[in-house]
């Protein structure tokens, strides 16, 4: 990933996690600050896909591109002040986190494999 990419990859999954917990204490707020977050975080995941070969690296994207799709509906939620925002984003946090860590494996495992 380009560096800039890359920081601006980090910096909008930071502020995903501070506006969860900004929605605390300023509800006007905090759904802007998601939605600003996610498609930035939504965008540069969608514009790198898998870089490997493997099926079951391309089931993962696919997790990670499920995991966008329910924080861009968690934020929806969140605009709506329905509190279900939690569960679409604690869906999509689950999905990346497996996709985040079974990744790097599967890369090294192709990687290996040559």
């Not at 300023?26 to 930035?40: D, E, G, K, Q, T």
């Not at 934020?75 to 996709?99: C, D, S």
Request: net charge positive.
């Amino acid at each position: 990933m380009h560096p800039v990419k890359d920081v601006i990859f980090r910096i909008s999954g930071i502020l995903i996690l501070l506006s969860a917990v900004l929605y605390l204490f300023l509800p006007a707020v905090a759904p802007w600050v998601m939605a600003l977050s996610v498609a930035a975080f939504s965008v540069i995941t969608f514009t790198n896909p898998y870089p490997g070969k493997s099926i079951r690296g391309k089931r993962l994207f696919n997790f990670q591109l499920f995991s966008c799709i329910s924080m861009i509906i968690a934020t929806y939620l969140m605009f709506r002040e329905r509190n279900e925002w939690v569960l679409a984003m604690i869906v999509g946090a689950i999905f990346l986190l497996y996709a985040s860590v079974m990744i790097p494996r599967e890369l090294e495992k192709e990687k290996n494999q040559l």
